[in-house]
């Protein structure tokens, strides 16, 4: 059965659904969760921290439609 996870995650979850003890749960889960959140952050190019979204919001008007 292909569950569509990369090898590394499933392989992680796989492992933490056997797991008894907590510190290592924990710990299983923190390490999924970080490759998860690397699959769906794309690479920066600029190598500064954020989304590169902030500054287009930050001054905008609001409420200026006429």
């Given at each position: 059965m292909n569950s569509g996870l990369?090898?590394?995650p499933q392989r992680l979850c796989e492992q933490a659904s056997h797991e008894l003890d907590r510190a290592k749960l924990l710990k299983l889960a923190k390490e999924i969760n970080e490759l998860f959140d690397r699959e769906r952050k794309p690479p920066?190019?600029?190598g500064k921290p954020g989304d590169g979204d902030q500054g287009t919001?930050?001054?905008?008007?609001?409420?200026d439609l006429n």
């Open positions: 990369s090898r590394e920066q190019s600029d919001k930050s001054g905008a008007k609001t409420g």
